[in-house]
């Protein structure tokens, strides 16, 4: 059975490019500012000779987060070539595990990093004095701390993709356009001494970035019951698993219970603008009671984890 037949065609859906776009575009400023931040100590240490290893290792890290990303293409596709009758079960399953690993690794990026950040420049500047004091190896210390910065932002990017990986190219591309985008601020920043409020692009990056992150929890949750619905038709003894039926409704969940609206008519989720609405801030023209309620809970708990953090970086400074 070819899998691909289950989705539209979204190849040249550019709203699918946005939540890659804002991620990117966010942690791609984040990890500029760790670059400009050993560029800046290297020039006041006299020891400007060592940037090639900043650009050796930005370029090592984007390299290999790319092969990463093919990786988990290519095994997307071999399992459901190479097992065509699972294939319809594992697809949604696979989207919801990573759905779910892209949640933890968002979430923590976007609640940790933000509680850390006031230190981060002290940090870095003390790993560098270690490391400049270690002669030779100095490069490949430096190679290294710029390699993680990378690898950290990269695998990130990789594991959204990988949650939306049945909409093609446009996350990808929506991806590397953040990239050029955080280069050229970069650029401005650093070359130009442009000035831009950083504290407001983070907060208001990281607003963006937390409705996107709600909205795949409604997204896995919705993989999950797909595949609990497919397997339960694919034998009798699987039948009872979608313990849930609603009687005189054309559309129902398998686990979500009921649906508590249904907006397709008006605002359909796959066109504009319930596109550009659904990528951004998790918006679905048809959602079910344990959809809503997760997601209200994970908004209302981590964005109020997120702005006590950001609450607590302001008066530390």
Same mark, same amino acid.
């Given at each position: 059975m070819n899998s691909t037949k289950h989705y539209p065609d /979204?190849?040249?859906? %550019?709203?699918?490019?946005l939540p890659t776009?804002? $991620?990117?575009?966010?942690? =791609? *400023?984040?990890?500029?500012?760790?670059?400009?931040?050993?560029?800046?100590?290297?020039?006041?240490?006299?020891?400007?000779?060592? /940037?090639?290893?900043? %650009?050796?290792?930005?370029?090592?890290?984007?390299? $290999?987060?790319?092969?990463? =990303? *093919?990786?988990?293409?290519?095994?997307?596709?071999?399992?459901?070539?190479?097992?065509?009758?699972?294939?319809?079960?594992?697809?949604?399953?696979?989207e919801g595990v990573?759905?779910?690993?892209?949640?933890?690794m968002l979430t923590w990026m976007l609640i940790w990093m933000t509680k850390q950040s006031r230190a981060i420049k002290g940090e870095i500047e003390g790993s560098l004095s270690n490391v400049l004091g270690k002669g030779r190896k100095a490069g490949l210390g430096i190679f290294g701390l710029i390699l993680f910065a990378i690898l950290r932002e990269g695998f990130e990017v990789v594991l959204f993709i990988s949650a939306k990986f049945q909409e093609g190219f446009m996350p990808a591309l929506g991806a590397i356009s953040g990239i050029a985008a955080a280069t050229a601020i970069a650029f401005a920043l650093f070359k130009f001494g442009v000035q831009i409020n950083?504290?407001?692009?983070?907060?208001?990056m990281g607003f963006m970035l937390l409705s996107i992150v709600s909205g795949l929890v409604i997204s896995a949750l919705g993989h999950f019951d797909n595949a609990l619905r497919i397997l339960s038709q694919s034998d009798r003894k699987s039948e009872s698993i979608c313990f849930y039926y609603e009687h005189f409704v054309r559309e129902h969940s398998c686990v979500l219970g009921n649906m508590v609206w249904n907006s397709s008519k008006v605002l359909p989720a796959e066109k504009f603008p319930g596109a550009i609405l659904s990528s951004l801030f998790g918006y679905t023209d048809k959602l079910y009671l344990v959809q809503a309620i997760a997601y209200v809970l994970f908004f209302a708990i981590v964005g109020t984890i997120y702005y006590r953090s950001l609450g607590d970086r302001l008066k530390t400074k």
């Open positions: /979204n190849s040249m859906d %550019f709203s699918l490019t776009f804002v $991620i990117t575009l966010r942690e =791609g *400023v984040e990890a500029a500012l760790v670059i400009g931040i050993v560029m800046a100590y290297l020039k006041r240490a006299k020891r400007s000779h060592l /940037n090639r290893w900043v %650009f050796a290792g930005i370029g090592a890290g984007l390299i $290999i987060s790319g092969i990463v =990303g *093919v990786i988990f293409n290519w095994f997307m596709q071999s399992v459901g070539s190479s097992n065509p009758s699972i294939s319809p079960i594992l697809e949604p399953l696979l990573f759905s779910v690993a892209a949640i933890v950083i504290r407001a692009f983070f907060k208001i």
